[in-house]
């Protein structure tokens, strides 16, 4: 069952093994450098302590000055093998005692722990009256330099060491249990480390009566108060061997399970997960609802000109209407106003359109301060359920197109098909009427000229037709005329409607040209960093072992 239960933990911590480093992949150039720094770590750790020796379980041995750590050494081992500390180069050097050697090396070499003294098989370190090489199970035990040292390359020591062993054993006096640089410096920020924490209250033999017991009660509340009230506190006595029996028998079924450095990873990874949980939120970032990202195409829309674009499509369906529509006696005047299309460069057929660009005028500060105000908005409503530096990369991410928009919003106008809006089927057919009607008053106005000169001449002339009592060619002069300028208006009014009908239509396909830009510039930025975002926050969660 043991087995199992170890095949089970190996599985689940290298899952969250993973997901931590898939955060830490999908975090990099998003969370500033020093806030990765403890997942790099972890992960770096984490491969070198795998690769090395399974079968032995390393424990160290903390504490401040005073506190009777190599005393207590000596009594689990049974030995005086701490009095080896006074022969040591120098007292920062940690000690390491060993039980089943073969295949330490290189651990010890990663710790960096060179004074290393190996007992024999028959030493006692009592594991319920039996040594850890009874079972195979391997044993380091390290003797660390007070933590609470003037020295600082012995604190380094302490702190390097309490990153990288397997148990955190740490041994408290009477006097100093209650340390701020103990709690605040170390259990306080190794909160999620329980699991591989124990606790000696030595040098009880200095104490009285009930002192024992309401001084462990106090050790076991300040615990709690730093987030490990499953800790156990074993209160000890070096010097008499009170308590050992139960200490030595939780280090021994810590040994004998060989989860110990499993445990301590998986404390590493959920205390640098919960580290990198700070930057991710309660629930998922989702895209802006279909509403915001109109406001951003109508907003872009109007920043970049398409309303001048749909005016000049209104405006020369209108003057080509006329031109083919119009009195033929007037219509020539309205081919001396210009082209609006032509003049901002949409009607040119013989420009490449893949290369082309409008004649728009260039935005000025008032249409840059719209645009930046429409990707601001965008990237405010992305970025809403969003806090910290994923707010600020969001955000950017909406931001970041907006020095080439323009240009881009732009090129999409000029590529925008508008030669459907320029002609219409009923044009013919009014321009044939016209002539017609045209070469009805001509005609007329010639017969009446004819007859004139033939009176004038004092000249016989032929009968004149009559229709209804008026004169053939008066009907025929007035007629086209009259008839020509009506149809002219009736033109006029028809061309306004479907001008009407076309710049609406322009209008639509020029928002969708605009959208299409916004969608590739901004929204799918947008998108892509939201998609990440919540990679990272599942990430997270998972490496936490919440997944």
């Not at 148990?167 to 480390?193: C, E, I, N």
């Not at 002192?211 to 490990?228: H, Y």
């Not at 060989?258 to 998986?266: D, K, N």
């Amino acid at each position: 069952m043991s087995r199992h239960k170890g095949k089970l933990a190996e599985s689940a911590v290298q899952n969250q093994l993973e997901a931590l480093d898939t955060a830490r992949e999908l975090a990099v150039g998003r969370l500033p450098e020093q806030d990765l720094r403890a997942a790099y770590e972890v992960l770096d750790r984490a491969s070198t302590r795998r690769s090395l020796s399974a079968a032995h379980t390393v424990v160290g041995i903390f504490g401040p000055t005073g506190s009777g750590k190599s005393s207590l050494l000596n009594a689990l081992t049974g030995t005086e093998v701490a009095r080896v500390a006074a022969r040591r180069p120098t007292t920062s050097e940690p000690l390491a005692v060993l039980w089943k050697s073969e295949g330490s090396g290189p651990l010890l070499d990663w710790l960096q722990v060179a004074q290393r003294h190996e007992l024999p098989d028959h030493s006692r370190l009592a594991f319920g009256g039996r040594t850890s090489a009874d079972d195979g199970d391997g044993l380091i035990l390290l003797d660390l330099p007070d933590f609470d040292s003037t020295a600082a390359s012995h604190r380094e020591v302490v702190e390097r060491l309490a990153g990288q062993v397997d148990v955190l054993l740490w041994v408290v006096d009477p006097q100093k249990y209650a340390d701020a640089a103990l709690h605040h410096g170390f259990l306080r920020r190794m909160s999620t480390h329980g699991a591989v924490t124990m606790v000696a209250l030595n040098q009880t033999d200095r104490l009285i009566g009930d002192d024992v017991d309401q001084v462990t009660a106090s050790l076991r509340g300040i615990l709690a108060d730093e987030g490990l009230p499953s800790v156990a506190v074993h209160p000890v006595s070096a010097a008499t061997g009170a308590g050992l029996d139960q200490l030595v028998t939780e280090i021994g079924q810590t040994v004998k399970r060989r989860q110990a450095a499993t445990a301590r990873l998986t404390a590493d990874v959920t205390a640098a997960a919960t580290q990198l949980a700070g930057h991710a939120g309660p629930t998922d970032a989702v895209l802006p609802p279909k509403a915001a990202r109109s406001r951003l195409v109508e907003r872009l829309a109007g920043a970049v000109g398409t309303e001048t674009v749909v005016d000049a499509v209104v405006g020369s369906y209108r003057r080509d209407a006329h031109a083919a529509t119009g009195w033929p006696v007037t219509r020539w005047l309205g081919k001396l106003r210009p082209d609006p299309l032509r003049r901002l460069n949409l009607r040119r057929s013989d420009v490449n359109a893949a290369v082309n660009r409008t004649s728009l005028p260039t935005p000025g500060p008032a249409q840059r301060a719209a645009m930046d105000g429409a990707l601001r908005e965008y990237a405010d409503a992305a970025a809403q359920s969003v806090s910290g530096p994923w707010r600020e990369q969001i955000r950017g991410a909406a931001q970041g197109a907006n020095e080439s928009l323009a240009d881009g919003l732009d090129q999409a106008i000029a590529q925008t098909d508008l030669r459907w809006g320029t002609r219409s089927w009923w044009w013919p057919v009014i321009g044939l009427l016209q002539w017609l009607l045209f070469a009805a008053g001509v005609a007329g106005l010639g017969w009446l000229g004819v007859l004139a000169a033939l009176g004038f001449l004092q000249l016989p002339a032929p009968e004149t037709p009559m229709v209804e009592g008026f004169p053939l060619p008066t009907l025929l002069a007035i007629g086209g005329a009259v008839l020509g300028i009506a149809v002219s208006l009736l033109s006029a009014v028809a061309a306004k409607v479907s001008a009407g009908s076309r710049g609406r239509r322009a209008r639509r396909r020029l928002h969708a040209a605009v959208a299409q830009v916004a969608a590739r510039d901004v929204v799918a930025p947008v998108e892509a960093e939201i998609t990440r975002y919540n990679g990272f926050r599942k990430a997270v969660t998972a490496a936490r072992g919440r997944g």
